[in-house]
């Protein structure tokens, strides 16, 4: 797009680079080569508007559940890089849009969110998307800092 966009300091996050780079790793047709940053995670602002207008009816499709993934996969590798422990997100999500997300590290549960709803799943703003995920590493890195012994196993 225009570089005035590309030069938005919100783009150039490690939230926002983490998710630009899980959502090119799921695009294993090259869909989003060339594509700026806002451009690929575009999909992730729903705004209020948009959300009533998305029907609850029918089973998520592919598409939402590889998003959202890409959502957790990113804190994830943000509690990595972090702490240096590996960090797994693990998702269920029923065929009616509800269901859990957990981050592990080792032993430890750092982060458990209840989903629910998926198929209306965004963010009014990229910028509170990123908040949204800063919240959550700053939570599991707290929870890790205080059971460093549970998280090392």
């Given at each position: 797009?225009?570089?005035?966009?590309?030069?938005?300091?919100l783009?150039?996050?490690?939230?926002?680079?983490?998710?630009?780079?899980?959502?090119?790793?799921?695009?294993?047709?090259?869909?989003?080569?060339?594509?700026?940053?806002?451009?690929?995670?575009?999909?992730?602002?729903?705004?209020?508007?948009?959300?009533?207008?998305?029907?609850?009816?029918?089973?998520?499709d592919?598409?939402?559940?590889?998003?959202?993934?890409?959502?957790?996969?990113?804190?994830s590798?943000?509690?990595?890089?972090?702490?240096?422990?590996?960090?797994?997100?693990?998702?269920?999500?029923?065929?009616?849009g509800?269901?859990?997300?957990?981050?592990?590290?080792?032993?430890?549960?750092v982060?458990?969110?209840?989903?629910?709803?998926?198929?209306?799943?965004?963010?009014?703003?990229?910028?509170?998307?990123?908040?949204?995920?800063?919240?959550?590493?700053?939570?599991?890195?707290?929870?890790?800092?205080?059971?460093?012994?549970?998280?090392?196993?």
């Amino acid at each position: 797009m225009n570089q005035a966009v590309e030069q938005d300091p919100l783009l150039t996050t490690d939230f926002i680079k983490e998710m630009v780079k899980q959502m090119r790793a799921i695009d294993s047709y090259g869909t989003y080569d060339g594509w700026p940053a806002d451009r690929i995670l575009a999909p992730y602002v729903v705004t209020k508007e948009q959300r009533r207008a998305i029907p609850v009816i029918g089973d998520p499709d592919e598409i939402m559940l590889s998003r959202i993934k890409a959502f957790y996969n990113a804190v994830s590798s943000l509690i990595e890089k972090e702490c240096g422990l590996m960090a797994v997100p693990s998702i269920n999500i029923t065929h009616e849009g509800f269901g859990r997300a957990l981050i592990t590290v080792g032993k430890l549960v750092v982060m458990d969110r209840t989903l629910r709803d998926v198929h209306r799943y965004g963010y009014e703003s990229l910028s509170k998307m990123k908040d949204e995920g800063d919240k959550l590493l700053s939570v599991a890195l707290e929870i890790i800092g205080k059971y460093p012994e549970v998280a090392g196993l």
